[in-house]
């Protein structure tokens, strides 16, 4: 059973060799008796920028919303898998599911709560770490339970080609909005303006000004953000927000490595703008999957919302894969392929 391991705590920017493959391990391909643990064969595997706090030394009376990993054990994340053996009465051998698993060929799950069997597979399977999985529950549960939108508003999405932000933009089209998105390349600005739909976008790494190019770009203001990277883009987005814009902040991957976050100087604007700030976490909102589901189904399947993927072959490339999301290698939702059947 191939192995991602987790070599240590991590300060600071995240390296491959932080991680380490163990060509070793073994794992009985049997539940135990008893147990209603769930054995599994992982095929597609989620980079998520959230993996990263979770490789920090927790510091006592600090602790984050989430665990961290253990060092000297497989990286655990999103994944879509295949049911190979089950003592829980909801899976049965052969089916597929996605949910909380090991980075390795075979995972004995006993956290079954946090597992989602798969019912649509005439889509690509992949599709389940993404706009199918929590990255598309993000981007449906920030934009339309937090932002408020309205027809004709004016919204702007940072890191708005990734596995969140791309959806983000294209739910935003489909209710009528004007939408701009920033991103790290001129090969990204050409994903948001010519595949996904974006009125404009910008590189926001050639930008010495960004509170000029949000001006730029709205003229009249920013009614909704969507806020995936915090740091100076949230400092000129402060600066351009209408009166009573909303800001969802969703994440803020700007700061993830830092030792000592930056700080925010334009937080007074909120007052006289009276701009709604409001965090969420995607795990509140998992009542809604159903209905997730069966609003954006249809869009997949008309052509009317599409999806791009950064698919990396085999669990040798998964570190790269991961710390790549903190150098913009990526270019849409980061996938490693374990296995395809
Ligand atoms: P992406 O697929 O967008 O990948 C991360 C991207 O972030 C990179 O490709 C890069 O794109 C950009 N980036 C990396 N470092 C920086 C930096 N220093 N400054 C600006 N941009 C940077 O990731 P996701 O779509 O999966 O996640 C987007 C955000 O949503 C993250 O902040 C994540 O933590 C958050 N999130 C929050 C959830 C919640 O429940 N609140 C759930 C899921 C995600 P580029 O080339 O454009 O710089």
Not at 196 to 222: M, S, T
Request: with cysteine.
């Amino acid at each position: 059973n191939k192995q991602v391991i987790l070599k240590d705590y991590v300060s600071g920017f995240p390296k491959e060799s932080d991680m380490y493959l163990n060509a070793s391990g073994r794992i009985k391909l049997k539940v135990p008796e008893g147990s209603n643990a769930v054995l599994v064969k992982n095929l597609y595997l989620s980079c998520d920028p959230y993996m990263r706090p979770r490789m920090k030394q927790p510091i006592p009376g600090n602790e984050t919303y989430i665990e961290p990993f253990k060092p000297g054990s497989p990286i655990v994340g999103n994944g879509v898998a295949k049911v190979l053996d089950s003592g829980h009465p909801d899976f049965k051998k052969g089916d597929l599911i996605w949910g909380k698993t090991g980075w390795e060929e075979y995972s004995l799950i006993t956290a079954v709560q946090t597992l989602f069997k798969i019912h649509h597979t005439d889509v690509p399977l992949s599709y389940y770490t993404g706009i199918l999985g929590m990255p598309g529950m993000t981007a449906y549960a920030g934009f339309y339970e937090i932002c408020s939108p309205k027809k004709g508003e004016r919204v702007f999405i940072s890191a708005a080609s990734g596995a969140v932000g791309q959806l983000v933009g294209q739910f935003a089209k489909l209710l009528g909005c004007y939408v701009v998105g920033s991103a790290g390349s001129k090969e990204k600005v050409d994903l948001l303006k010519n595949k996904f739909g974006f009125n404009e976008a910008f590189n926001y790494k050639e930008e010495p000004d960004l509170h000029a190019a949000l001006k730029r770009y709205f003229p009249e203001g920013i009614d909704i953000y969507f806020e995936n990277v915090g740091g100076k883009m949230l400092d000129a987005v402060l600066l351009n927000m209408r009166a009573h814009g909303r800001i969802a902040v969703c994440g803020m991957i700007s700061q993830y490595n830092l030792e000592h976050p930056e700080g925010v100087h334009n937080l007074m604007t909120v007052v006289w703008k009276r701009v709604r700030i409001e965090g969420f976490l995607v795990s509140e909102y998992h009542h809604l999957f159903p209905k997730f589901l069966e609003f954006v189904l249809p869009y997949i399947k008309e052509g009317k919302i599409t999806y791009v993927e950064d698919v990396a072959e085999g669990l040798e490339s998964a570190p790269a894969a991961l710390i790549g999301l903190f150098t913009g290698r990526n270019v849409g939702k980061q996938v490693v392929v374990v296995a395809r059947e």
